[in-house]
């Protein structure tokens, strides 16, 4: 059973595309991240949701919408890809927004041609 | 903003062989954490340290957290081949909506037999 599990792996793409990336937790965590890991290996928040409603939203572009529909789901939607946002990004959960144990997915690898 | 430094950037060592890193930052941060990343998947949370001059153990690992609040290291003893990875610290900041984290750049440690 996988605790925290996001699709797809790997994602291959052509610049301007729309693209989504998923992501379950199943621990009953109240508090969701998006990171984004560049190719130096750095990790950077980009989002974090609690129950559902945004609570960290680091400077993005607004190409990027995360999406909550329940607090077990937090997905993420970019539009209009660009060779930039070639990364791996990473989808974390946490108890709540005061717990300090973050729980990551395994990571979607972005690749934008 | 924060901003962590890791040392070393990357180290091979000997099968066997006891390991220390370091990580430093000119924040004072609530809480230190050291992740484990492997090939592939998403950082694993190693060990949690809370309070200033706390040493903690999980196995083979300890790690401490600085008096002055703003460095922590992590020492592995008899290293083995499944300890290769890239070991990142995270400082925890509080804000009034909840916490993030900002993360080291990292150390790629590599176990040769």
């Known amino acids: 059973d996988t605790a925290v599990s996001q699709t797809p792996k790997y994602l291959v793409t052509q610049m301007g595309n729309d693209k989504s990336i998923k992501c379950e937790q199943n621990?009953?965590?109240?508090?969701m991240y998006w990171y984004k890991q560049d190719s130096k290996k750095f990790l950077k928040i980009m989002f974090s949701?609690?129950?559902?409603?945004?609570?960290i939203n680091e400077t993005v572009p607004n190409r990027f919408s995360p999406k909550s529909p329940d607090k077990a789901h937090l997905n993420l939607h970019i539009n209009s890809l660009e060779l930039g946002d070639s990364a791996v990004y990473f989808c974390?959960?946490?108890?709540?927004?005061?717990?300090?144990?973050?729980?990551f997915g395994s990571g979607t690898q972005l690749s934008v041609l | 903003g924060q901003q962590l430094n890791q040392s070393p950037q990357s180290m091979f060592i000997q099968e066997g062989e006891d390991v220390s890193m370091n990580c430093t930052s000119s924040?004072?941060?609530?809480?230190w954490l050291w992740y484990k990343q492997d090939p592939g998947e998403g950082p694993v949370l190693l060990i949690a340290?809370?309070?200033?001059?706390e040493l903690t153990s999980n196995g083979r690992l300890t790690a401490q957290f600085g008096i002055t609040r703003k460095d922590s290291f992590l020492n592995i003893s008899a290293s083995i081949p499944s300890d290769v990875g890239i070991y990142f610290c995270?400082?925890?900041?509080?804000?009034?909506?909840?916490?993030?984290?900002?993360f080291g750049p990292g150390t790629r440690l590599s176990v040769l037999p």
């Open positions: 974390a959960s946490s108890l709540d927004r005061e717990n300090e144990k973050l729980f």
């Open positions: 995270a400082g925890q900041l509080w804000y009034n909506y909840g916490q993030n984290f900002v």
């Open positions: 340290l809370y309070k200033a001059g």
């Open positions: 924040s004072i941060f609530n809480t």
């Open positions: 949701y609690n129950n559902k409603e945004l609570i």
């Open positions: 621990l009953g965590h109240d508090t």
